[in-house]
């Protein structure tokens, strides 16, 4: 295995645990500190990321994209000259954007809580969480810089260690220190919630220390190799960050393109569903709590499996597309496109079909019915977000990166404008659904973009995707049979224990229909490969027809 191809591999199981462990925490943390704290979070959290976004501007893939271009010319000088210049750029970026925060948080309170009620978190509970977290944007920026120089050598390692450290140091202090504070100190949510926020400062802290000691390991073998620059471009450091900043584009845009509907969310849930459908602070935040955090969470984890498999795809298109390969690139997009599909999609329904058990088993039967019904909604929305980061990441792969901008900004346009009519008239669910329809005009949009510049046919994208859909389909009908059989089984009102059983069952039933159907059909041989040729001839002999 190539050493390429190896710290590929890490760095992508890194991102996923490091992921994985980021979506599941929200399980204990909610029970801690409930859903009025877990809304306080994302009023924290949502700023943070955004700005995050935009001070860091897709900073490790974009060094690591230059370092490794002027490496492989034996120009080593350029990229240590752009990090010198760079963590002084990202220092001083970084500490305005926590400036920003911290002294806007009082304007940003007062734009999301513009009704309060003694029941619902305050303007002051919302101004300590924002300043909170806004300590980590100093440390961050720097961060990521020398994460991408360290990946421009080829080097996965200390990005992937320092990820996972950092994540790891996040989730403990945020649940043993809101634990602390609830049940020992016996402070209140607030001060727990400012902890958690204060958490990602202290990840990053141990990311640093991380990086740094790697820097320090390696620093021989680097001075080495500086002494052997075989040329130098004498780039100017104008040329540098402008190259920089056009590779970072793209990545800026797929990373903001959640966070930045979340904010919409952040600025119109609890102001609409006040003034117009009559709730209290305290049940709008709730709504807020659930949609923007808890849910959300739940559905990222199918999102995060299908796209980290299906994105080790991209660099192969880039080589096919480069080399002008139309038959194998076409090939390539295919396979992309199913395998996201036909991990995300079983997933997403079958969520579906078991909201109300799920949000029970996770979350605790006092608020299954009402959070439920909101996972219910968004689960299918898990399909959206797939395949709006497969298809910007195939841009990137066509070289049509600067597009990403331009899907994101319309989706988001869509999503301004429908958000608050569609809460005042379907109140929670219109968010969802604002959502589900700014996102699926970036998509179509991508779609269009990929067709017209990589010369893609989706014939046999939309016939295996008819056919998955019959086979989800079919999956949960089966898991719904389940779920109401041991529903009318338990009666009326069912305890946490009885919502896990159902749950297994559900995925149980489901997951073996869906297996089946696809292996029987030749389905799970075409999209996952000649891995799987023991699985049948059915999807050979498809495949050959191609």
Avoid: C
């Amino acid at each position: 295995m190539s050493r390429l191809l190896r710290g590929t591999l890490i760095l992508t199981a890194a991102t996923f645990f490091s992921k994985f462990i980021g979506l599941i925490y929200i399980i204990p943390f909610t029970a801690l500190v409930h859903e009025g704290g877990i809304a306080l979070y994302g009023y924290a959290y949502n700023p943070y990321t955004i700005l995050l976004s935009i001070s860091t501007m897709g900073i490790p893939l974009a060094v690591s994209k230059f370092v490794s271009k002027y490496n492989a010319m034996g120009d080593y000088e350029t990229g240590r000259r752009l990090l010198k210049s760079g963590l002084l750029i990202m220092t001083l970026t970084g500490t305005a954007a926590f400036l920003l925060l911290y002294s806007s948080a009082p304007f940003l309170a007062g734009k999301i809580i513009v009704k309060h009620g003694e029941n619902g978190n305050s303007l002051e509970d919302i101004i300590f969480v924002i300043r909170m977290v806004s300590t980590a944007l100093i440390i961050v920026p720097s961060m990521s810089l020398i994460r991408g120089y360290f990946q421009g050598f080829q080097s996965m390692g200390p990005t992937a260690v320092s990820q996972v450290v950092e994540q790891i140091v996040r989730i403990v202090f945020i649940l043993i220190g809101a634990w602390v504070i609830m049940n020992v100190l016996d402070g209140t949510t607030t001060q727990a919630v400012g902890l958690a926020t204060f958490a990602a400062t202290l990840g990053a802290i141990a990311g640093l220390i991380v990086l740094l000691w790697y820097w320090k390991k390696r620093s021989p073998h680097l001075k080495k190799m500086y002494a052997e620059n075989k040329t130098n471009s004498n780039v100017s450091l104008a040329a540098m960050y402008k190259e920089t900043v056009a590779y970072a584009i793209p990545f800026v845009a797929v990373g903001l393109a959640i966070p930045i509907y979340q904010m919409v969310d952040q600025f119109t849930i609890v102001n609409v569903l006040v003034d117009k459908a009559g709730y209290t602070p305290a049940k709008a935040e709730s709504v807020f709590a659930i949609i923007t955090q808890i849910v959300h969470k739940l559905v990222m984890i199918p999102v995060s499996l299908a796209t980290a498999l299906a994105l080790t795809l991209i660099p192969v298109i880039t080589q096919s597309y480069v080399q002008n390969n139309r038959e194998a690139l076409n090939k390539q997009i295919t396979q992309t496109f199913q395998m996201v599909l036909f991990l995300t999609m079983p997933a997403a329904i079958g969520l579906s079909v078991l909201g109300v058990p799920s949000y029970g088993a996770l979350f605790g039967t006092k608020s299954m019915e009402f959070g439920g019904y909101f996972l219910e909604w968004y689960a299918p929305t898990a399909i959206l977000f797939a395949l709006f980061s497969v298809t910007a990441a195939i841009m990137q792969g066509l070289n049509k990166q600067k597009f990403a901008f331009v899907s994101l900004m319309l989706g988001f346009g869509v999503k301004v404008l429908l958000n608050a009519p569609l809460l005042a008239l379907f109140e929670g669910i219109g968010s969802i659904v604002a959502t589900n329809i700014g996102f699926t005009v970036s998509f179509i949009f991508n779609l269009y973009i990929i067709r017209k510049y990589g010369g893609f046919s989706y014939k046999w994208v939309f016939r295996r995707t008819v056919l998955m859909l019959i086979f989800a389909i079919a999956m949960a009908l089966s898991t719904l049979g389940v779920k109401n059989g041991l529903e009318s089984f338990y009666g009326a009102e069912y305890s946490r224990i009885e919502t896990m059983l159902t749950l297994a069952a559900g995925i149980i039933a489901g997951g073996a229909v869906y297996l089946f159907l696809s292996y029987r059909s030749g389905l799970m041989n075409i999209v996952l490969g000649e891995k799987f040729s023991f699985i049948g001839k059915r999807g050979k002999k498809e495949k050959q027809h191609e």
